[in-house]
């Protein structure tokens, strides 16, 4: 379970986490929705570490992640990023075994290879693709051979950073449907940023809204149309109108 | 007034500031040689990128300059008829003084500028941060084997460059200023001891290390977008060489006092 209690940040004068407190259960797919610019991805980067907090806790499994063996916490946990964030020297194999290939979880190279390839055929890709290079593909599969890396050594803990941004519809629901099979085969748990509704409604199992640096809402994703929440209908309604203001 | 003297503090504190975490990240990449893991493949790489790929333009340069050199030293040395000393001064000249700084600044231009490019470009584009959550820590993976490449390959590719500008002196020499090609050579051995090699090597590894440093830490520190990468390559290019000549002229008290 990750559990996150009264995280802040502020970047000089802006308050970006002003006291986020959310619990994710082990195993349930969370998406976390908000207007660009309110945080999400800051929130993620600060459960990994690539950004420090400026007050609150983080646990994970009850456990202070800024006490945790680093190597171990990240060991756990895999992570799609908005660009794919793809190694440009590395073929497309390598970028999928790259943990594979170093470190605590490091195998033989064929061995990690194969991996790679298997990995690239759940998300839907032919072996032909292990040995090009991540320029030479399009933005869907950079984003599947991303997907693909994420989950090369079975994590635990799976985040998607705005998994269908710059993508066409029928890809954004390719992606959408492939994380939520890969979520429930594998039984991992997920948290999701986007403000992609389609991705919310297709991935999610429960939902949190962050609005102003904090929790705005948050519960079950059936719930969501009847939240009675001024701010979560105008959001997943996307009207113009309302108590969030259009132009932030 | 006040104004003025404040924007001057301001200025002296954020220089300062610049030098410590300059310093910082030096003392980082340095402590990382001394820790497990290390990625032997990243190092061959930057090995041949950083000392193999810059030997034609470190020749290159070097052999013009020996040229030259050779030619301003006779018009030089005609004026009191000292023409003779030509070998022995580009020998000494380009060993202890221009192959290491000129082949520095050719390096520093290319390689500086293409370290930072990368890295910048990794860093805007979340690179950095996958390393991070794919539990390896950039410095180790990216910084060290680039640093640690062009400290131990600079002192080579200035040794050679001395030897291709020496060389190029000869020719001019003996092509075109009708020295006997075997007095230039024995007067080229002769007056060159084995410090003055030495020191231009020991130059050539400072270099190598501060062009490097630059090229990693301002690809890390780079801002976003094209023109945060632009500004990182600029600035990169423009702290290694100024290093390489402030340094250069510190060395050189030390070599020249010693």
Known sequence: MIELRGLHKSFGQNNVLAGVDLSIERGKSMVIIGGSGTGKSVLLKSILGLITPDQGQILVDGQDVTQADRDAFLARFGMLFQGGALFDSLPVWQNIAFRLMRGSLKRPKDEARDIAIEKLRRVGLKSDVADRFPAELSGGMQKRVSLARAIAAEPEIIFFDEPTTGLDPIMSGVINDLIREIVVDMGATAMTITHDMTSVRTIADDIAMLHAGRIQWTGPVGDMDQSGDRYIDQFINGRAEGPIEAIR | ?258
């Open chain 2, 1 to 258: 007034m006040t104004g003025a003297l404040g924007a001057l503090g301001s200025a002296v504190l954020a220089m300062l500031a610049s030098i410590g975490r300059v310093v910082i990240f030096a003392a980082n990449t340095v402590k990382h040689l001394a820790l497990h893991p290390f990625y032997p493949r990243e190092f061959f790489q930057a090995l041949v990128q950083i000392g193999w790929l810059s030997l034609p333009v470190v020749g290159l340069t070097a052999f013009f300059t020996g040229g030259a050199l050779a030619l301003q030293i006779y018009a030089g040395g005609a004026r009191f008829s000292a023409e003779a000393v030509v070998p022995s001064i580009v020998a000494i000249g380009m060993v202890r003084e221009l192959g290491p700084v000129l082949g520095g600044l050719m390096v520093a231009a290319r390689v500086a500028s293409s370290i930072a490019a990368e890295i910048g470009t990794m860093k805007v584009t979340e690179q950095i941060d996958a390393l991070v959550t794919l539990s390896t820590d950039p410095m180790k993976y990216l910084t060290l084997p680039r640093v640690l490449a062009a400290t131990l390959s600079l002192p080579i590719l200035v040794a050679v460059g001395d030897a291709i500008g020496i060389f190029g002196g000869f020719l001019v020499g003996v092509n075109r200023l009708d020295f006997n090609s075997a007095a230039y050579l024995k007067n080229t051995v002769d007056f060159l001891e084995t410090a003055d090699v030495v020191s231009g090597m020991v130059k050539g590894a400072v270099f190598g290390f501060i062009v490097a440093l630059m090229g990693c830490y301002h690809g890390m520190n780079s801002g976003r977008g094209a023109q945060g990468v632009g500004r990182a390559t600029k600035s990169a290019v423009v702290a290694a060489s100024v290093l390489i000549l402030a340094s250069n002229y510190i060395l050189t008290e030390v070599f020249f006092t010693s």
